[in-house]
């Protein structure tokens, strides 16, 4: 009787529901389409304003960005890399090679094959590019791609060097999603990994580098 008792009663539920939904069952709710897919002009009148944007809004989630030339940019690898004093970093088999022309004194460990979790979490940092980057959130968005890898690559190490080219930048996250393919693997980072314990004391590097640098490269 039980049994009954509780199929009847389901029965009941279920039937009350589609009564509420009456012709609505089914259908599609609205989604808004409001929001603005490119930055005010207040903010972004010209590309120069995008990309200042970007190094500010950066700067706000506590990560450090520079802006070097094409030329330059082996170099400001190398110093970023001096500068932690770091001996072993790993990079994405397909990084480009003359990113790291520079380097002396440093070990780079190609995640190819794919490095374990125990030598991603010695490495001093990891060297990556990105897919996109979002000037209003100061957002990078790495997706697999070239010279990116997979996400455990930069989840692991304690640092985090991305490399952002000028024309990888977009004003806002709509047009970012304009340029990404969603079926492939999306990681969005927006500063160091930042959680917040119940009494909501900051903690950093929980769930991903604690220190993340981006170096702009204005081609």
């Known amino acids: 009787m039980s049994g009954e008792s509780g199929a009847g009663s389901r029965e009941e539920i279920l039937r009350r529901v589609r009564e509420a ?50 030329d330059e940019l082996a170099t400001a690898v190398a110093a970023a890399l001096w ?64 010279a990116q890898g997979r996400r455990a690559l930069t989840a692991v190490p304690g640092y985090h060097l991305c490399v952002v080219h000028a024309d990888q930048i977009v004003g806002t996250v709509p047009e970012a999603l304009g340029r990404l393919d969603p079926s492939r693997p999306l990681t969005w980072i927006s500063g160091p990994s930042t959680t917040h314990d119940i009494g909501m004391a900051r903690v950093e590097g929980v769930h991903g580098p604690r220190h993340l640098e981006v170096l702009v490269v204005e081609d």
Do not use: K
């Open 83 to 146: 500068g932690r004093e770091a001996a072993q970093i790993a990079v994405p088999a397909d990084l480009p090679y003359g990113w790291l022309a520079d380097l002396d004194g440093v070990r780079a460990l190609a995640d190819a094959p794919a490095l374990d979790t125990e030598t991603l979490a010695a490495c001093d940092g990891v060297v990556t590019g990105c897919a996109a980057a979002v000037a209003l959130t100061g957002t990078v968005v790495l997706d697999g791609g070239r």
């Open 21 to 70: 939904l009456g012709g609505a069952r089914g259908a599609r709710p609205p989604v808004p389409r409001g929001y603005a897919r490119r930055l005010p002009e207040a903010e972004a009148e010209t590309r120069a304003d995008v990309l200042a944007l970007f190094t500010e809004r950066v700067a706000d989630r506590r990560a450090a960005v520079r802006h070097v030339s094409a």
